[in-house]
């Protein structure tokens, strides 16, 4: 779903029809605000239950929160958050939008009888103007990774305008866990997607001098999707938290992750494996989204940082390292990985992975591991609900 702007640099805005729902130039220059106009996108999220309920459940659990308030939702979408505050007790919720997807989430706002509580308008986060301040701020401005589509960026925007004092925030905040992983076979794969580029005589061209430029290409591409958590080498996590109440949009376009995993197993380590959670924490209950290998599937899968040098571990060994995000004008993230291990000499590997450029790797079935249709957990209760 998306507000969806950062503030990268832009094209002149022209305005928007907000009855036609007719594209600014902004709006035609963004990827994502294409993406999510398109009814079987907002499908997609809709359909992924973990995410949905985890939503409904962390409203319906702090109705508290909503009983009579003024809510915003950033990035509505379809208005399906929007929908789920008025059933939590809202009194009015003003639903932000960028895309052209306004035009269906109004007829279903109108079709389900809410006009007069439900107010859907088109335009960027930054530049809207709604009638008041808000009690509760909700939104879904998550990508794969946490940060990619850069969309964290409006939902603080959204704070900053309009959120009152000791307002509340769902999501409330978010952690990024990584550790090391080992997988031959995607190494293997990755490798030989460069294998054209070895051919010396293809109809009388030479490749070769493109071999290397293909391999940077290959392994700068994050692999995105679910792993089993037996590949994983470290009990371990490296963290990195943010808090939605506080962050700010300089924390947010550079920022670093500091690791050091203890290995468990002997074998070679192909890179660093990333996901996260979501906290919401309400008056009453905190509800928590887990993307883990551990947790439920959801679209935001796992994501994989490949090494270009795999590094050869051994048990009880080091594994320390940084990862370095900068945002970037593709609506996303440069992300420098650098590791090494402890040892006398130490040996160390580094690699850019550009988070635009995700490769989708299906070969591993989730279902194997975890029940899909799961939900989000309570905070202190590892029963689903």
């Known amino acids: 779903m998306s507000s969806l702007s950062t503030n990268t640099p832009s094209t002149t805005t022209t305005s928007a029809d907000p009855d036609t729902g007719a594209a600014t130039e902004e709006e035609e220059g963004n990827i994502f605000s294409k993406y999510y106009s398109q009814l079987s996108h907002?499908?997609?999220?809709?359909?992924?239950?973990?995410?949905?309920k985890t939503y409904l459940q962390a409203?319906?659990?702090?109705?508290?929160?909503?009983?009579?308030?003024?809510?915003?939702?950033?990035?509505?979408?379809?208005?399906?958050?929007a929908f789920f505050c008025v059933q939590a007790g809202a009194k009015e919720v003003w639903g932000v939008e960028m895309s052209r997807i306004t035009i269906a989430a109004k007829k279903l706002v109108s079709s389900n009888g809410l006009s007069s509580k439900i107010h859907i308008v088109k335009g960027k986060m930054e530049e809207v103007t709604l009638p008041k301040k808000v009690d509760v701020i909700v939104s879904e401005p998550l990508g794969f990774l946490l940060v990619h589509e850069r969309m964290l960026e409006s939902y603080i925007t959204g704070r900053d305008r309009y959120l009152k004092p000791g307002g509340k925030m769902f999501p409330s905040n978010s952690t990024i866990y990584t550790a090391p992983f080992t997988d031959e076979p995607l190494y293997a794969e990755t490798c030989q997607k460069s294998d054209f580029w070895c051919n010396n005589d293809f109809m009388g061209v030479d490749l070769t001098a493109l071999h290397e430029t293909s391999m940077e290409e290959?392994?700068?591409?994050?692999?995105?999707?679910?792993?089993?958590?037996?590949?994983?080498?470290?009990?371990?996590r490296g963290t990195h938290f943010v808090d939605f109440h506080t962050v700010t949009h300089e924390a947010l376009k550079s920022f670093e992750i500091d690791f050091q995993h203890t290995i468990t197993k002997t074998a070679v380590c192909h890179g660093i494996a990333c996901w996260f959670d979501c906290d919401f924490s309400g008056s009453q209950e905190t509800v928590v989204l887990k993307t883990g290998p551990e947790a439920p599937g959801t679209h935001w899968y796992q994501c994989r940082l490949m090494f270009r040098s795999p590094l050869a571990v051994n048990k009880n060994q080091i594994l320390n390292g940084r990862l370095t995000f900068r945002a970037n004008d593709s609506f996303s993230y440069d992300v420098k990985v650098e590791a090494g291990?402890?040892?006398?000499?130490?040996?160390?590997?580094?690699?850019?992975?550009?988070?635009?450029?995700?490769?989708?790797?299906?070969?591993?079935?989730?279902?194997?591991?975890?029940?899909?249709?799961?939900?989000?957990?309570?905070?202190g209760n590892e029963g689903q609900v």
């Open 59 to 81: 409203f319906f659990k702090n109705t508290v929160d909503f009983q009579g308030a003024n809510c915003l939702d950033v990035g509505t979408g379809s208005g399906i958050l």
């Open 218 to 236: 290959a392994f700068g591409q994050p692999v995105v999707g679910y792993f089993h958590p037996d590949i994983l080498l470290s009990d371990d």
């Open 341 to 379: 291990i402890d040892c006398n000499p130490r040996i160390e590997t580094e690699n850019m992975v550009f988070l635009q450029d995700q490769h989708y790797h299906y070969l591993y079935a989730e279902e194997s591991a975890v029940d899909a249709q799961g939900m989000g957990h309570v905070r």
């Open 42 to 52: 907002q499908q997609n999220m809709l359909t992924d239950h973990v995410r949905t």
